[in-house]
T-cell receptor
Framework: GNSVTQMEGPVTLSEEAFLTINCTYT??????LFWYVQYPGEGLQLLLK?????DKGSNKGFEATYRKETTSFHLEKGSVQVSDSAVYFC????????????FGRGTSLIVHP | DAMVIQNPRYQVTQFGKPVTLSCSQT?????MYWYQQKSSQAPKLLFH???????NEADTPDNFQSRRPNTSFCFLDIRSPGLGDAAMYLC?????????????FGPGTRLTVL
């Protein structure tokens, strides 16, 4: 079956530091890959996505590249802000008609001033 | 703005007292989902509707039921809440069949069971 593995948190950084949150996946075929973000007390919202190998998703300074050879979709940001403090979920939907996403366990990011 | 709306945002109920959570959407999406999320965990899918077709996850307790009277609305009924049902309940939607799998989430309902 499908699975998503994320690095354990919390990740604690100072403002303006570089961020990487690792995500690897197991799936058959060519899944679509997503990063969702959940701010405290809110629902999840799509941060970025990529639907085929070598695609780069980007939004709000965050980037992730779909790497089929390493089955990875690592999230990066060059300079984090306090407002980026949230929980980040990596997710996939598999090709072949299954629209139900598989979520990773989530990684909490805490950014200090 | 098109969106997913959940009411109430906070719900307090007593042990064993039925409760209904509401979700509405203005996105005209054909699939609506209910998730349960406990602290520091990923959302856990309870069930979903694909149009009018109800799809229950195998491990969803019978205590949880759902209704979708029309495209825009979906309800989660908890018939006899236990202390273990205290959680955040998230409604989500997606448009399946038109090339996108993105889910759109509501803000959630925080359920407290006393």
């Amino acid at each position: 079956g499908n699975s998503v593995t994320q690095m354990e948190g919390p990740v604690t950084l100072s403002e303006e530091a570089f961020l990487t949150i690792n995500c690897t996946y197991t799936a058959t075929g060519y899944p679509s890959l997503f990063w969702y973000v959940q701010y405290p007390g809110e629902g999840l919202q799509l941060l970025l996505k990529a639907t085929k190998a070598d695609d780069k998703g980007s939004n709000k300074g965050f980037e992730a590249t779909y790497r089929k050879e390493t089955t990875s979709f690592h999230l990066e940001k060059g300079s984090v802000q306090v407002s980026d403090s949230a929980v980040y979920f990596c997710a996939l939907t598999s090709s072949g008609g299954s629209y139900i996403p598989t979520f990773g366990r989530g990684t909490s990011l805490i950014v200090h001033p | 703005d098109a969106m997913v709306i959940q009411n109430p945002r906070y719900q307090v109920t007593q042990f064993g007292k039925p409760v209904t959570l509401s979700c509405s959407q203005t996105l005209n999406h054909n699939v609506m989902y209910w998730y349960q999320q406990k602290s520091s965990q990923a959302p856990k899918l309870l069930f979903h509707y694909y149009d009018k077709d109800f799809n229950n996850e195998a491990d969803t307790p019978d205590n949880f039921q759902s209704r979708r009277p029309n495209t825009s609305f979906c309800f989660l009924d908890i018939r006899s809440p236990g202390l273990g049902d205290a959680a955040m309940y998230l409604c989500a939607t997606s448009r399946v069949g038109q090339g996108t799998d993105t889910q759109y989430f509501g803000p959630g309902t925080r359920l407290t069971v006393l």
